[in-house]
């Protein structure tokens, strides 16, 4: 695999992380139900971190000669993720269907390193072992919640 193959990659997964946090912010807003102030202010974080993720394997991108791709058509075109229909959402719902993304999220995050790996990209690589550390943290715990 080669390095333009790595910038697909990359930048599909700039897409993957913009079609989450519209998902993730359409929950924010459409929660419903008993555990509304505990899973409420815990999306602003999720988002602010998908904001610092997206940025950093933006400008990961612009580091080693290729633009970032910035268009909802593009994202939409590549993305792994589903959009999520807006309607209320329980809390346990909308964890459930960041459990799912997160999930795949990982998967995509596991491929941009196997290829960041091949061809020497120790940095890129080091950005996504960081940002998969932290996906794998979010997995355990929304699934210890709504187990």
């Known amino acids: 695999m080669d390095k333009m193959s790595l910038a697909f990659q990359m930048n599909k997964f700039v897409g993957d992380l913009h079609v989450f946090k519209t998902k993730v912010h359409n929950f924010h807003w459409?929660?419903?139900g008993e555990h509304f102030f505990v899973i409420h202010p815990m999306l602003d974080g999720i988002m602010a971190e998908i904001d610092t993720q997206i940025d950093s394997v933006?400008?990961?991108?612009l580091m080693v000669g290729h633009r970032p791709h910035a268009s909802l058509h593009v994202y939409?075109?590549?993305t792994?993720?589903?959009e999520a229909e807006t309607k209320p959402y329980g809390a346990k719902e909308a964890v459930n269907y960041m459990l799912h993304d997160f999930k795949l999220l990982l998967t995509e995050i596991n491929l941009i390193m196997k290829i960041a790996e091949k061809n020497g990209d120790g940095e890129t690589l080091s950005l996504m072992t960081e940002i998969g550390a932290l996906y794998q943290k979010h997995i355990w715990m929304f699934g210890a919640w709504v187990a």
Do not use: F, I, P, Y
Request: glycine share 0%; proline share 0%; charged share 15%.
């Open 30 to 32: 459409n929660l419903v």
């Open 80 to 82: 792994v993720l589903a």
């Open 58 to 61: 933006a400008e990961r991108l």
């Open 76 to 78: 939409l075109q590549h």
